[in-house]
């Protein structure tokens, strides 16, 4: 998958509404779970305990809801890039849920939508809906405006 390349602010404001992407597949695995788990100190039984996990509705363990927002930022990079900018960062969330339970062992992947783009002084701040899907499922499992600021270069 090519990522699409947008080329300064002028064009960041010029694609409001398109989709920049969709990432491809990312498999949750019980390591890849139990490892945001110790580095959040986040120990809740249904997504660490496999054995106990099986008697629930999931059939088993599920994952953080914040390790799959936290994906957004690895999907986002290999969909898009913005050029012709001194530096961007991550300025926060406007609303983020999680609609279904993203099972360990399926696959997620993200579509990333440009939604907004707001003038500040010395650049721009642009919201991008970030909507994760599981492989087989019929609704999303997270789905989280991210806000971000980029300066002019």
């Known amino acids: 998958m090519a990522a699409t390349v947008?080329?300064?602010?002028?064009?960041?404001?010029?694609?409001?509404?398109?989709e920049?992407?969709?990432?491809?597949?990312?498999?949750?695995?019980?390591?890849?779970v139990d490892a945001f788990a110790e580095s959040t100190?986040?120990?809740q039984w249904i997504h660490v305990d496999p054995e106990r996990?099986?008697?629930?509705?999931?059939g088993g363990t599920i994952?953080?809801?914040?390790?799959?927002l936290s994906l957004g930022p690895m999907f986002s990079y290999d969909m898009f890039?913005?050029?012709?900018?001194?530096?961007?960062?991550?300025y926060g969330y406007n609303k983020v849920?999680?609609?279904?339970?993203?099972?360990?062992?399926?696959?997620?992947?993200m579509r990333a939508t440009l939604s907004q783009v707001d003038e500040i002084p010395g650049g721009a701040q642009f919201t991008i809906t970030q909507t994760f899907e599981r492989e087989g499922g019929d609704k999303p499992v997270c789905v989280a405006e991210s806000v971000s600021r980029v300066y002019a270069g």
């Not at 947008?6 to 398109?18: C, Q």
């Not at 994952?63 to 799959?68: I, R």
């Open 6 to 18: 947008i080329n300064g602010l002028d064009e960041l404001r010029s694609r409001v509404g398109e």
């Open 20 to 32: 920049l992407g969709v990432s491809d597949w990312y498999e949750i695995t019980q390591e890849g």
């Open 41 to 43: 100190k986040d120990f």
């Open 53 to 58: 996990a099986k008697d629930t509705p999931f």
């Open 63 to 68: 994952a953080h809801g914040l390790y799959t």
């Open 81 to 90: 890039t913005i050029e012709g900018i001194a530096f961007g960062l991550n």
């Open 97 to 109: 849920r999680f609609p279904a339970p993203l099972p360990t062992g399926s696959k997620v992947r």
